[in-house]
Nanobody, 123 residues
């Protein structure tokens, strides 16, 4: 699976962005998808994940109620809608594909990563 993330940019605090991650291959719906982020000087951290069918989602507490992960299996694309952005959301955002349990608990063993897209939130 090859992943291509896009949609990052510079936004003021309180603003919104929508990230997209397009996947290659015909088995997209068999993978859970996740979004992770890495701020300067910090480790990469989990943000959100969605099951292959889209029926199950999970978020880190710091983004609950502000971010929404969704997927369109017909378009082989996963999205991250980010609202009410805060300066602390500033990071490089990465999409990833693997099984749901691995995305949630085992970042070091995730098989597929997209390139990052920079999100910068100004105060």
């Amino acid at each position: 699976v090859q992943l291509q993330a896009s949609g990052g940019g510079l936004v003021q605090a309180g603003g919104s962005l929508r990230l997209s991650c397009a996947a290659s291959g015909r088995t997209f719906s068999t993978y859970a998808m996740g979004w992770f982020r890495q701020a300067p000087g910090k480790e990469r951290e989990f943000v959100a994940a969605i099951s292959g069918s889209g029926g199950s989602t999970y978020y880190v507490d710091s983004v609950k109620g502000r971010f929404t992960i969704s997927r369109d299996n017909a378009k082989n694309t996963v999205y991250l809608q980010m609202n009410s952005l805060k300066p602390e959301d500033t990071a490089v955002y990465y999409c990833a594909a693997d099984s749901y349990p691995i995305l949630l608990r085992s970042i070091a063993t995730i098989n597929y990563w997209g390139q990052g897209t920079q999100v910068t939130v100004s105060s």
